[in-house]
């Protein structure tokens, strides 16, 4: 009677199957079909959704597998958080070889989702995020807000335009510029302002095919001691760090300036070359750009731990790597801890539960909205810090979004978009 089980763990996005495990304990003969995601059809056996005049999410898989076990906590948490706006169900198939078998699946794990009545209006196979499964009840035009849907925060147009002049706004950061450190780049036909030297390594890493000879030949950089601009390749460095460990840049034209300086505020004496493999020696592991660590999001990815410059090119990673990664972002406004685990291409875990991303983006010359850059992109542990972090930013345009969608957007981009990403002119 021992028929050999088909059912496979999936453990990618349907197409790519990593294992196959035969039903041992179990004595299901389960029949093997194409995979059948759509809804309807053959696939629809039972209506389990008994009594419940609430929508179903049934989960079949078993304790053991990788991919189930990581939907677990959020099929538990679901469980709690619409508790009375869907039931969540979850069935192991390997203990329970008859349940699985009346739902005729061919995988583990599967979801299928059930509207209030009973009818079967949608299956995946494979592991399956909260934010995806939440959005899943959207699509399928299910309403599971309860009627606490919040739209999220949308700001299309400025509440107040930035009215700093030009010159006096960094091209990269959007930070004032400060007389002591502020940092030019020429241009063909216009120059760049930069706030600080750091700026430039992050301008000059942003650049396709930069060549770091011909583009520092077109860098001045303010002598700390007179104001004046002097050439950045001549300059001398007094190299610090301030109380978060962030490296603090003066440039010197002369070198007894520099010592000088050096006895009231401590720090190392660098030539620009020096300087120039110091600040370009960690790079986000999405978009190349160099980085400060203590700014950057940190990203474990196998045994490796990264950085991505923003929130958002840290959810690139995964993308950029086709690998699951862990990231630890800092709450925009208050610099809590946030973590992130995806597991094929989708949010595994969110911690906390109730954080956000900010999708800051600007309208294009075409009317199209297009991503504001890296320094206009934040996550936080919830809506009303957002809201706090925006009213103190007026001129900020863009949209609230789930770590889930920042995830997704990145992993949509082709090979040659991510290629590009973050370069100036190509902000994806
Ligand atoms: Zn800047
Ligand atoms: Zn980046």
Redesign the pocket.
Known sequence: MKTPARILIVAALAVAVIGAVALKKGKTPVESKPAATAAGGEASKPAPATGAKVPKLIDLGADKCIPCKAMAPILEGLKKEYAGRFDVEFIDVWKNPDAGKQYGIEMIPTQIFYDASGKELFRHQGFFGKEDILGKWKELGVDISGGKAGAGIVREAPVAADTRPRESVCFMCDENVGTKTKTLVKGESEQRVLCSPHCYFIYFSSIVGADPKAAEAKVSVTDWASGNLVAATGATYLYGLDSKGRPTIKAFADKEAATKEQQASPGNLLAWDVLRSKELAT???????A?YPED?CGVKFGTTHGH???T???M?VAARLKQDIEVEAKDGLTGEIIRVKTLNGMVASLEPATAIAWFGQKKGPDGQWVSAG?FKQGFFVNEANLQKWLEARPAMTGRQITIAQALADKMKLTPEQIAK??KLGECK
Do not use: P
């Open positions: 790079r986000c592991a999405f978009c190349d750009r980085v950057a991505g410059c923003c958002h090119c840290s690139g890296c990403a973050c």
